[in-house]
């Protein structure tokens, strides 16, 4: 058996379908130019009867494409059939039909009315004219988990025998549990006759979060080729995610003996984060392989194990997958080796003999600070080591003015002990200009590269809480800022920024 699997990118596609998640054509082909340089073999970049922009996009991105087959999904109906053609055609030879129809009893008496005959007929029918436009076709059964195995085996030996290279195998409502999921396939492998003329695909949705563990129990038992999506987006609670089934394959080399995809996967941490920020779907913190605590050790313990091997506390390098580097979050729990390490990677020319004193002040600050930005720690050494204390500047009075077609103007009235300034500036929109009239009094160069709006409290006059990372002076560091005016709290959360830059 052939033990490359392929991976096939649903995006654009299933994924679009998570609610909120639109994207707009130069978004698609921004997208579909990473999943080739990601090395993905197949991108369903849409669904052309939908709409006149999917069939837009689909096409573009077939024109555009240069290595990947490029996909459009159809109902068994010929006038999709058509479109989908139609819209991969620009790719050549590396178009593909993707033609799908419900087999499953619940689909088949309430979506569709129809008997089990007329579902092989109408499913052969599909796939053998879908053939005469297109070389490639794939079929899916769609909510095969749910199907009787004995009718799912007919209805996969018809489309295969109608053209079908790909036999889709979906878990359309993320039913599956890994063990059945696999002996489906296995059934599957032993009783269609002509099984050998087509992979098995499996496209499994995250319902009771087995996505993930049913594409690869699926892989286990023969197929090769996994539909998934960067971040697992799509339909409801979404797909299987592409970097988690990719590196668990990668990683767990001892179940996955001599299987390899086409993947780079340092690759996978950039294509993770350009479709969150173009979705705007935010990313859980926690998320698997690419969130931003996937390779960050808070407490002393595995700070202190990772500094001496990684391995204690990972199974990856951050490197395989793309990130920078390992993250040592600083807070209470955090040891004493881990400070040392952050003042020796800040270049502060700490000595050990400080050390004891540092990290009895730094424990004091974190029972009072969740996060411990570098300029606290800067601030602390400037404190406790060179006994001298920072005077921070303060927000005295802010007026801003802004609106469509209006230049936005922000004055500014910041304090520092006896001292008061007033500045005022322009920008593009009113934060931008609260940013520079800051700038402008504290003589900074400062510009703000992430910006978090956060609700704290309910209702019309709920509290906002802005995180901010700013690049002041060169150094990246962190502000908050809390007030029920968002640019209030924007202008708060700078200034605690440009504070911690000293
Ligand atoms: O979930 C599903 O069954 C699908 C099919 C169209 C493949 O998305
Ligand atoms: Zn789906």
């Known amino acids: 058996m052939n033990n490359r699997v392929i991976i096939f990118d649903t995006t654009l596609r299933d994924g679009e379908q998570s609610p909120g998640a639109s994207m707009n054509l130069e978004e698609k082909l921004e997208i579909a130019k990473t999943l080739e340089a990601l090395g993905v073999d197949v991108i369903e970049a849409g669904f052309p009867i939908a709409s006149v922009d999917d069939f837009n996009a689909v096409q573009a991105i077939a024109k555009q494409s240069t290595r990947a087959r490029i996909c459009g999904l159809a109902r068994s109906l010929k006038g999709d059939i058509d479109k989908a053609a139609a819209a991969v055609k ?51 059964c769609e909510d095969a988990s749910r199907t009787e195995p ?21 878990d359309t409502v993320g039913y599956a549990y890994p063990s059945d999921y696999a002996d489906l396939i296995t059934f599957l492998r032993a009783k269609v006759p002509n099984i ?26 023969g197929a090769r080729q996994v539909e ?152 602390l050494v400037e404190e406790i080591v060179r006994g001298r204390t920072a005077v921070a500047w303060t927000l005295d009075y802010l007026h801003t003015s802004a609106g469509t077609g209006a230049v936005a103007t922000a004055t500014v009235r ?39 709006l956060r609700s704290v409290s309910k209702g019309g006059d709920a509290q906002g809480e802005v995180s901010i990372r700013a690049r002041v002076l060169g150094r990246q560091l962190g502000g908050k800022g809390l007030s029920t005016d968002i640019v209030h709290a924007s202008a708060i959360a700078y200034l605690d920024a440009v504070n911690r830059a000293g």
């Open 414 to 452: 910041l304090k520092r002990g006896d001292e008061t300034v007033t500045d005022a500036a322009t920008g593009d929109g009113p934060v931008d200009a609260v940013v520079q009239a800051i700038n402008r009094i504290c003589g900074v160069q400062g510009t703000v590269e992430d910006f978090r």
């Open 150 to 170: 004995e009718f799912l085996a007919e209805v996969v030996q018809a489309a295969i025998s109608a053209g079908a290279g790909t036999v889709n195998i979906p």
């Open 196 to 221: 050998d003329q087509a992979v098995i695909s499996v496209h499994c949705h995250n319902d009771l979060g087995l996505a993930v563990a049913n594409s690869l129990a699926a892989v286990r038992a």
């Open 228 to 379: 998934c999506t960067i971040n697992g987006i799509g339909e409801r609670a979404g797909n299987c995610s592409l970097e988690e089934v990719v590196m668990a394959m990668r990683v767990r080399k001892d179940q996955f003996a001599g299987i390899t995809t086409g993947i780079e996967s340092t690759r996978l941490f950039s294509a993770s984060r350009l479709v969150q920020s173009v979705t705007g779907l935010p990313l859980q913190r926690n998320k698997a392989v690419v969130g931003d605590n996937a390779f960050a050790h808070e407490s002393g313990i595995h700070q202190h194990g990772v500094l001496k091997n990684p391995e204690c506390y990972e199974i990856m390098t951050p490197q395989s997958v793309g990130v920078p580097d390992t993250n040592f979050v600083l807070g209470k729990h955090s040891g004493r080796a881990a400070l040392a390490k952050r003042f020796e990677q800040l270049g502060l020319g700490v000595a050990d003999a400080d050390i004891d004193r540092l990290f009895v002040a730094f424990k004091a600050l974190a029972d009072r600070k969740k996060e411990i930005y570098d300029g606290d720690l800067i601030a």
């Open 90 to 140: 620009p790719a050549g030879d590396r178009g593909r039909v993707h033609v799908f129809l419900a087999t499953s009893p619940i689909h088949r008496t309430f979506k569709l009315d129809k008997a089990k005959d007329e579902i092989i007929k109408q499913a052969a029918e599909a796939v053998a004219y879908a053939k005469t436009l297109c070389a490639d076709i794939e079929f899916s």
